[in-house]
């Protein structure tokens, strides 16, 4: 389950356990359509899009985000994991 407290999106189970998230993820700037991954295990690294307009600071037990993004993709590996990527 995906909780928000603000800017920042908290993973849990139903009875709130931590729960393991998946390493890579692709969002959109629904500001300036740019596309951009994120790596959970790249410590103290926010992502921004190209026009700075969003950004995301995907870490091992939250994401902080800024500006608006919508997840487009989330997997585990790189391969076949591209930024112009739809599904």
């Known amino acids: ?17 931590k729960v393991s998230q998946m390493r890579y993820r692709l969002y959109e700037c629904q500001e300036c359509k740019d596309k951009f991954i994120t790596d959970n295990r790249a410590r103290w690294k926010p992502n921004f899009c190209k026009e700075g307009c969003s950004m995301v600071d995907a870490e091992e037990h939250y994401i902080r985000v800024s500006g608006r993004v919508k997840l487009i993709k989330e997997t585990e590996t790189l391969e076949g994991f591209t930024e112009d990527s739809d599904n």
Not at 1 to 17: D, H, R, V
């Open 1 to 17: 389950m995906l909780k928000q407290k603000g800017n920042i999106f908290i993973f849990t189970t139903s009875n709130n356990q």
